[in-house]
């Protein structure tokens, strides 16, 4: 079954971090770009980070910056994304996407570029941030 599968999520306090994985099963993840989303309820969906193909442009949202890492290891076809500081505003599902093809700009790829389409999309894994 060609899928991704998100792992790494749980509860944890402010300042705190934590480890998410966005694993492949059934597919190599090396000719897709990967993108972080995450979803609360009420709100829009955000677009939190992105890798291309070989890691050559990685983005950030503003509101991650210098908090997060995204990297990705070919070789065990899983992208992840390292939380740190976290305060009780990231509390969301986080969810990864593949996209055969992406938009680079320099070394960004953009997040929410319009007709974005993704091959594959996980089923997400729940952050919490509370004291």
């Known amino acids: 079954q060609l899928q991704l599968v998100e792992s790494g999520g749980g509860l944890v306090q402010p300042g705190g971090s934590l480890r998410l994985s966005c694993a492949a099963s059934g597919f190599s993840l090396e000719t897709y770009g990967i993108f972080w989303f ?3 309820p009420g709100k829009e ?3 939190v980070s992105c890798i291309s193909k070989r890691g050559v442009a990685i983005d950030y949202a503003d509101f991650v910056k210098g908090r997060f890492t995204i990297s990705r290891d070919d070789a065990n076809n899983m992208v992840t994304l390292e939380m740190n500081s ?3 505003e990231d509390t969301a599902i986080y969810y990864c996407a ?3 093809g992406i938009t680079i700009v ?3 790829c953009i997040m929410n570029f319009p007709g974005q389409t993704y091959e594959f999309r996980g089923q997400g894994t ?3 941030v509370s004291s």
Request: proline fraction near 6%; hydrophobic fraction near 30%; charge should be positive.
């Open 38 to 40: 995450r979803q609360t």
């Open 45 to 47: 969906q955000e677009g």
């Open 86 to 88: 976290l305060t009780p």
């Open 98 to 100: 593949a996209a055969s």
């Open 106 to 108: 320099k070394d960004r």
């Open 126 to 128: 729940q952050v919490i």
